[in-house]
């Protein structure tokens, strides 16, 4: 079985290295891939078709918001789950929006026991042989 792959589009440097020792811990067939910004989370996106993106709301360049649209539109990444992960406040502006568009939203600080239900729920979901869309 491949490994499920996650793709993490946030500018927080620590945030990773979080992640990472909890998926080394739980799912430790899951591989993160990490981009600081949108424009290269959207280029990663294409070429690791990941199963599951986690994606930040406010990040320099191109936002969550700009992101998740440029996602949405390209047909090889328009069909991968996207879990909205913000500290602003959920109910204005375009993270609103973002999260109305994504399929789960997270609050920041992180409750680690609510992002590991989250990618559990997602990769749960994946049936073995699944590798992606064909290209």
Not at 47 to 62: E, T
Not at 93 to 98: D, I, P, V, W
Not at 113 to 126: D, H, K, P, R
Request: net charge negative.
């Amino acid at each position: 079985m491949a490994p499920h792959r996650i793709l993490l589009i946030d500018d927080d440097p620590h945030l990773p290295v979080i992640i990472r020792l909890l998926l080394a811990k739980t799912h430790s067939e899951v591989m993160l891939y990490t981009a600081r910004e949108g424009q290269n989370g959207v280029a990663m996106a294409e070429s690791v078709s990941p199963h599951l993106i986690l994606l930040d709301c406010r990040m320099p360049g191109w936002d969550g918001f700009e992101t998740l649209t440029q996602l949405r539109a390209n047909p090889h990444t328009a069909h991968i789950p996207i879990v909205t992960i913000s500290g602003a406040i959920p109910t204005r502006g375009r993270c609103a929006e973002m999260i109305a568009r994504s399929e789960a939203y997270l609050s920041k600080p992180l409750d680690l026991s609510q992002l590991l239900a989250v990618i559990t729920q997602f990769i749960n979901f994946i049936p073995d042989n699944y590798d992606g869309p064909a290209h």
